[in-house]
């Protein structure tokens, strides 16, 4: 499937993208650090918007590679990252390293250059990296 996400234009294999990931346990059942725990729950209070895009390239939310929180705001609401891989290729770019709005307090962009890749996961991979700002939804006390 050929998709435009603002300035980057891809051609994603929706399918292999959507069957790998049904077969992999959930991010947060490998990784149980507070941090992970709490973007399990956070991105469910993600706009609609952002759960349809996720949805039409084939990539479960709740599958990260990897979420960090590299800062937390002044408000109190974390800066998260994450990223998650896509079966298929960047066709054009205008700003390789610009990210792409696609919600208030979200963003993307995308990488022909992947970590963290599961083993298994087919190839041509795409990284897609997404920057959201996002609260603190755990009982316990954030430490980040």
């Not at 603002?6 to 992999?24: C, M, N, P, S, W």
């Not at 991105?43 to 990260?64: C, E």
């Not at 002044?74 to 891989?85: K, P, R, W």
């Amino acid at each position: 499937m050929n998709i435009s996400i603002g300035h980057f234009q891809l051609e994603i294999d929706v399918a292999k993208t959507r069957g790998f990931y049904q077969t992999q346990p959930y991010a947060s059942q490998k990784c149980d650090c507070a941090s992970c725990r709490n973007y399990a729950k956070a991105v469910a209070i993600l706009p609609a918007t952002v759960k349809n895009l996720f949805a039409s390239l084939g990539v479960d939310i709740h599958q990260q590679a990897e979420a960090m929180i590299p800062y937390r705001l002044e408000d109190g609401q974390l800066m998260y990252s994450a990223f998650y891989h896509l079966v298929g290729e960047i066709i054009s770019c205008v700003k390789p390293h610009e990210s792409a709005n696609i919600a208030d307090d979200v963003s993307v962009w995308f990488s022909a250059e992947c970590d963290l890749v599961p083993e298994g996961f087919p190839p041509p991979i795409v990284q897609m990296f997404v920057d959201a700002k996002l609260p603190w939804l755990l009982d316990e006390e954030c430490t980040y």
